[in-house]
């Protein structure tokens, strides 16, 4: 049998009521209490709702929907976690080897060309243009802030700042004058940097276009199960 709209309702109250406020996850506990519930009341159909219900809850265990909510959690994190470091290592692939060795050869030599202030304003302007980008791809609606996809894909954004620390290290406390095999270190590391940071922030913004993505197709399907 199929469950009804207040029927799913019920159960999605109780799945609130346990705490549970991430909303695709609600879903999932959703999907498998139903299909519980259902199943019981075809094996007895004078098994009420609430009945039907309560045994559903109680074959969680005695921990109930906790440690079902967190593996689903868990996975959510892990898959986005997996998504994230395979855009990350596609870069390094064979066929972008040769355009990773001359953008880190051309930033490198840039810094010959310009006096360290220009430079710096040329990577000051360029970083603010890239966060801007960031935070624009980032302001969704707080509904969106309910779902863990969401939170899960976009989390890795803020780590962007450790990488610039970096850079600004690489610019302010390695030593100019520093050379090892006649490569100057300072530009070198400015160089790595600032590639890294580049790789990072596509694997990032990827990720969160995909968890973008998920998330409103989630949505979409919340408000049909309760609209």
Sequence with gaps: MNLNQEQLHQIKDLIAQSGFK???????????????????????????????????????GIMGFSAFADGIAN?????????????????????????LGFSIFGIYKMQDLLTANIFYIFLVIGLLCVFGIMVFSNIKPAVYKMFVSFKSGT????FLGYILL???????????????????????????????????????IRTAKVSIKETKSLIKKYRLLYN
């Design 22 to 60: 991430e909303v695709d996850v609600q879903m999932e506990i959703l999907d498998h209490v139903a299909s519980s519930v259902e199943d019981k009341m075809e094996e007895n159909p004078l098994l009420t709702i609430d009945d039907a219900v309560s045994e559903a809850h109680q074959s969680f």
């Design 75 to 99: 996975s959510i994190r892990a898959k986005y976690s997996r998504l994230f470091w395979r855009f990350f290592f596609s870069a390094f692939g064979y066929k972008y080897v040769l355009l």
């Design 155 to 158: 989390s890795f954004l803020p």
């Design 166 to 204: 970096l850079t600004n290290f690489a610019m302010n406390d390695i030593p100019a004058e520093y050379t090892i095999f006649s490569v100057n270190v300072q530009q070198l590391t400015v160089s790595l940097s600032i590639i890294l940071f580049m790789l990072y922030f596509n694997a990032a």
